[in-house]
T-cell receptor, first 111, second 111 residues
C-alpha cells in the first residue's frame, strides 16, 4: 500500500519568513494530494490540495508543488504569521478512499 | 466544519467493555470515514462507508466494526475495548470536490 513520509517533524521560523514542508509517497498511482492544518484540540482542516495533472497550485500565502517523477510534493507558506502555528499533515491517495497521511509537522512561528 | 458532529467528545472506559462512537452529518454526504490519530502515525483509516449499509475496511480495521443505517449517521463500535485502542477518533466526509472534511474528534481512553 501507499507510504507517505513527511519532513521535518518540527519546524520553527521567525514571523515573516517562509516555511516549507516536504512529503514523499511510494505509490505511483496516487493522484490526489491534500494538505491539512490541525490546531490543538481540533480536527484537521483541509487547506489546499493538488491533483496529479497539475504541477503547482497557489492560494494566497500557501502553495503546493508536485513532482510526479520524483514522487514528492511540498507545502510552501510565505510571510508566516503566529496564527500559522499548528501541526500540518500531508496525504496521498489513488481514489480518496485509501488516503494515507504523513506523520505531521509541528510548525511554530515566533513573533 | 462541514456540518459534522461527533459524540461523545471524551470517553473513559475499561478494558473489555463495548464502546460506540457516533458521527452525525447534516449535509447528505454519501461518503463517510472513521480515522484514528496517534502520535507519530498521523491519521489512519479504520473503516469507511459509501452509502447506507455499504461499508468497507481501511488500513487498521481489526477490533472495530461500523454501521450506517441512515445517511446522516455513521457509528464506530469497539466490541471489547483494549488499551491499544486509546486514541483520538475522527470522522470525516467527502465533499463535493473530493476533499475530506473532518469532525472535531472524540478522545477515547481505555484503562
Amino acid at each position: 500500500g501507499e507510504n507517505v513520509e513527511q519532513h521535518p517533524s518540527t519546524l520553527s521560523v521567525q514571523e515573516g519568513d517562509s516555511a516549507v514542508i516536504k512529503c514523499t509517497y511510494s505509490d505511483s498511482a496516487s493522484n490526489y494530494f491534500p494538505w491539512y492544518k490541525q490546531e490543538l484540540g481540533k480536527g484537521p482542516q483541509l487547506i489546499i490540495d493538488i491533483r496529479s495533472n497539475v504541477g503547482e497550485k497557489k492560494d494566497q500565502r500557501i502553495a503546493v508543488t508536485l513532482n510526479k517523477t520524483a514522487k514528492h510534493f511540498s507545502l510552501h507558506i510565505t510571510e508566516t504569521q503566529p496564527e500559522d502555528s499548528a501541526v500540518y499533515f500531508c496525504a496521498a491517495s489513488r481514489g480518496n478512499n485509501d488516503m494515507r497521511f504523513g506523520a505531521g509537522t509541528r510548525l511554530t512561528v515566533k513573533p | 466544519d462541514a456540518g459534522i458532529t461527533q459524540s461523545p467528545r471524551h470517553k473513559v472506559t475499561e478494558t473489555g467493555t463495548p464502546v460506540t462512537l457516533r458521527c452525525h452529518q447534516t449535509e447528505n454526504h454519501r461518503y463517510m470515514y472513521w480515522y484514528r490519530q496517534d502520535p507519530g502515525h498521523g491519521l489512519r483509516l479504520i473503516h469507511y462507508s459509501y452509502g447506507v449499509k455499504d461499508t468497507d475496511k481501511g488500513e487498521v480495521s481489526d477490533g472495530y466494526s461500523v454501521s450506517r443505517s441512515k445517511t446522516e449517521d455513521f457509528l464506530l463500535t469497539l466490541e471489547s475495548a483494549t488499551s491499544s485502542q486509546t486514541s483520538v477518533y475522527f470522522c470525516a466526509i467527502k465533499g463535493s470536490e473530493g476533499g475530506q472534511y473532518f469532525g472535531p474528534g472524540t478522545r477515547l481512553t481505555v484503562l
